[in-house]
């Protein structure tokens, strides 16, 4: 069964910390991870994708296959990085059906 | 581009009573989702069409039902509406292997029934 856990419905942390949002996964093959985000009045958007090993908008998320985990991190949070973030998890035959996990409300305060 | 587009954004219905949600993309993907997402949960998948004329059921189909006619619609339809079904509803698009299998979503549909 596929199936993705993010531990924690709400964080805050002070602007210029550090934050890690948890992301793990259960699947059996090799799956690929993705990160959505969700901005005030705005639609869920990708932000990374661990495929592409990229950093966007200072954040970056490496896929550990032997914690089975996917944790999203940035060194020093911004406000406008206030937003709900879902890791999500696309087993490789699912004709790309997304599993979501239920989601992190992260709060950035001044 | 407008991109996935949905309507109504907001719908109240009665107990019983039926309702198609629409969505279109004018994206050329071949690969659309409708998914709902109730309170402090995730996104579920309801169904999801691979190309025009095929469809399939997701995690969570009970109560729906779907057609794809064409690329662009993929129009999903409450036939008696329940109050398990108060939710929002988010219709999304992609194109197999382009943009490492991004999903592009649309605004949302919140249905409350009552």
């Known amino acids: 069964a596929q199936r993705v856990t993010q531990p924690e419905k709400l964080l805050s942390v002070f602007k210029g910390a550090p934050v890690e949002l948890k992301c793990n996964y259960s699947y059996s093959g090799s799956p690929e991870l993705f990160w959505y985000v969700q901005y005030s009045r705005q639609r869920l958007q990708l932000l990374l994708r661990?495929?592409s090993r990229e950093s966007i908008k200072g954040f970056t998320a490496d896929l550990n296959k032997g914690e089975t985990s996917f944790h999203l991190k940035k060194p020093f949070a911004q406000e406008e990085d206030s937003a709900m973030y879902y890791c999500?998890?696309?087993?490789?035959?699912?004709?790309?059906?997304?599993?979501f996990g239920q989601g992190t409300r992260l709060t950035i305060n001044p | 581009n407008a991109g996935v587009t949905q309507t109504p954004k907001f719908r109240i219905l009665k107990i019983g009573q039926s309702m198609t949600l629409q969505c279109t993309q004018d994206m050329n993907h071949n690969y659309m989702y409708w998914y709902r997402q109730d309170p402090g949960m995730g996104l579920k998948l309801i169904y999801y069409?691979?190309?025009?004329?095929?469809?399939d059921k997701g995690e969570v189909p009970n109560g729906y039902n779907v057609s794809r006619s064409t690329t662009e619609d993929f129009p999903l339809r409450l036939e008696l509406a329940a109050p398990s079904q108060t939710s929002v509803y988010f219709c999304?698009?992609?194109?197999?292997?382009?943009?490492?299998?991004?999903?592009?979503f649309g605004p949302g549909t919140r249905l409350t029934v009552l």
């Open positions: 999304a698009s992609s194109s197999p292997g382009a943009n490492y299998n991004e999903q592009f």
């Open positions: 069409s691979v190309g025009a004329g095929i469809t």
């Open positions: 661990h495929i």
């Open positions: 999500a998890l696309r087993g490789i035959q699912g004709a790309q059906k997304l599993v």
